[in-house]
């Protein structure tokens, strides 16, 4: 199930290492999930999306993949920078425009220099 | 690359009284969204408006909270009478007829004193 509150699952990394963030999702009519990265004080940065026919897509230096099955989506992260330290939440809906998107509780990546 | 901008960035109200959020989606976008976060927690769908009317909302929009667009470029949110718990920051976003990324806005922190 998702967490609430005040207490964000944290992943700390070394810098030069690769990430992997997990995300749960509950719906199984969703069909197109989106990774967001949101800094302090800002809006959600959109990283990379995929949609339910696919089970993994590449983006600069940033991996999806999704396992259907199991309800699973996980963002990969390649050569972490500094840069990278945020939150990151998963999103998800099912597919057609006008449909509002559900955000997962987020993780907070740290980056160690 | 065109953004969402969101005015004003902080706000600060006293309870009970009426707030105005303003924001301009993507130019040529056809679905606008506000979503909220209140602080430490996952992001918060609140509305989904297309082709001039409300789509889509949550049991968080309740009777006090109305969303106009006023003209062809302006989306706004109004709280009629601002609670404590109303604080929180609060995310416009659009999205394009051909799906795709949700666009969102740097948000408007309110805070209800």
């Known amino acids: 199930g998702e967490s609430v509150g005040l207490h964000l699952p944290t992943l700390s990394v070394q810098e030069g290492d690769n990430s992997i963030i997990n995300c749960a999702y509950s719906n199984s009519a969703s069909d197109y999930f989106i990774w967001y990265k949101q800094e302090s004080g800002k809006g959600p940065q959109f990283i990379i999306d995929?949609?339910?026919?696919?089970d993994k897509r590449q983006g600069q230096r940033v991996t999806v993949l999704l396992n259907k099955t199991v309800k699973h989506l996980s963002l990969q992260i390649a050569a972490t920078q500094p840069g990278d330290s945020a939150v990151y939440f998963c999103?998800?809906?099912?597919?057609?425009?006008?449909?509002?998107?559900?955000f997962g509780s987020g993780t907070r990546l740290q980056v160690q220099p | 690359e065109p953004e969402v901008t969101q005015t004003p960035s902080h706000q600060v109200t006293q309870m009970g009284q009426e707030v105005i959020l303003r924001c301009v989606p993507i130019?040529?976008?056809?679905?606008f969204y506000w979503y909220r976060q209140i602080l430490g927690q996952k992001v918060e769908f609140l509305v989904s408006?297309?082709?001039?009317?409300?789509?889509?909302k949550s049991e968080i929009f309740d009777d006090q909270f109305s969303v106009e667009r006023p003209d062809g470029s302006n989306f706004t949110l109004k709280i009629r009478s601002t609670k404590l718990e109303d604080s929180a920051m609060y995310f416009c976003?659009?999205?394009?007829?051909?799906?795709?990324?949700?666009?969102f806005g740097s948000g408007t922190r309110l805070t209800v004193v």
């Open positions: 130019s040529n976008h056809l679905y």
């Open positions: 995929i949609r339910s026919n696919m």
């Open positions: 408006f297309y082709n001039n009317e409300i789509s889509e």
């Open positions: 976003a659009s999205r394009g007829d051909r799906g795709g990324g949700y666009t």
């Open positions: 999103a998800e809906n099912t597919g057609t425009g006008r449909r509002a998107l559900t």
